[in-house]
């Protein structure tokens, strides 16, 4: 019998929920279904790509010591952050979505043009700083400006 949550949609996970008696009957069906922490994932896909940390944090143009803190889980990252890790990964649109769900940030939308452009960017292979530039081109918060974290 296939576990709750292995292979599920996201509409059958909440169908299930709605259609258990408890909530304490869906959490003992779906089991240890929790996202891995942020630092043990972003390590993983490192290792899983063959790639140094160093190297991903120069990549992604975020500050060393603050990116050596995230992948050892001292640090949190903001939404931009994981956008820069998105990009010092190498990630593509889908892998980036990821991200952001282990990072409990929100989504890339389509509809949000910053995020639009973002998508485009990773979709079709851009760097961190072809990205910045393009969203300096379309007048649209860099990537890690102060005043764009309204998570």
Known sequence: MQRMNEKATTQELWGRLFNSRTVVEYLDKTGENQLPQFSEYIRSLCFAKGEKEETVIKRGNIESSYGHRLFKGTRNPSRD???????????????????????????????????????????????????????????????????????
């Open 81 to 151: 952050t994981v956008l820069q890790l998105a990009f010092g990964l190498e990630l593509d649109s889908d892998g980036t979505q990821q991200l952001l769900k282990v990072a409990r940030a929100t989504a890339l939308h389509p509809r949000v043009k910053r995020d639009a452009v973002i998508a485009y960017c990773l979709y079709n292979h851009k760097s961190f700083l072809e990205a910045q530039e393009l969203l300096f081109e379309n007048k649209l918060p860099a990537i890690g400006e102060k005043n764009n974290e309204l998570q």
